[in-house]
C-alpha cells in the first residue's frame, strides 16, 4: 500500500520562506517521478513544480518559478519544496503526488498521471 505524507505547513508573513517535505512508501521511490501541486480554497488544484526520478529534470509552472525550488533525497525516499519569497496568494493546501515508475529523466507535468497523493498541509501566507 502506497502512502504520501506532506509535512511543513505554516503560518508566514509575506517575503518569508519554508520548507516542505513529502515521504512516500509502499513504492519505489527513486523510480517515481513527483510533483508538488497546491489548492486554494475554492479554485482547482494546480500544479507547481515536477521532478524526475533521479532529480536531473524538474519544471516550474510560471507562478512559481524563480521562487520555488523542488528537489528529492533518494536515499531518504523525501520529496521537498523549498518556498521562498512568499506572498498572501500561495496561500494553499499543498499536496505531494508521486506519478510511478518513470524513465530516470522524465518528467510528467499533467494531473492525470499522478497516480498517488497525500493528504496535504496547510500554508498560510499573511500579509
Known amino acids: 500500500q502506497v502512502q504520501v505524507v506532506e509535512s511543513g505547513g505554516a503560518l508566514v508573513q509575506a517575503g518569508g520562506s519554508l520548507r516542505l517535505s513529502c515521504t512516500a512508501s509502499g513504492l519505489t521511490f527513486d523510480a517515481s517521478a513527483m510533483a508538488w501541486f497546491r489548492q486554494a480554497l475554492g479554485k482547482e488544484r494546480d500544479g507547481l513544480s515536477y521532478?524526475?526520478?533521479?532529480?536531473?529534470?524538474?519544471y516550474y509552472e510560471d507562478s512559481v518559478k524563480g521562487r520555488f525550488t523542488i528537489s528529492r533525497d533518494n536515499a531518504k525516499k523525501t520529496l521537498y519544496l523549498q518556498m521562498n519569497s512568499l506572498k498572501p496568494e500561495d496561500t494553499a493546501m499543498y499536496y505531494c503526488?508521486?506519478?510511478?515508475?518513470?524513465?530516470?529523466?522524465?518528467?510528467?507535468?499533467?494531473?492525470?498521471?499522478?497516480?498517488?497523493w497525500g493528504q496535504g498541509t496547510q500554508v498560510t501566507v499573511s500579509s
Open positions: 521532478i524526475s526520478p533521479y532529480g536531473s529534470s524538474t
Open positions: 503526488a508521486a506519478a510511478g515508475p518513470r524513465p530516470p529523466w522524465s518528467v510528467v507535468r499533467y494531473f492525470v498521471d499522478y497516480k498517488y
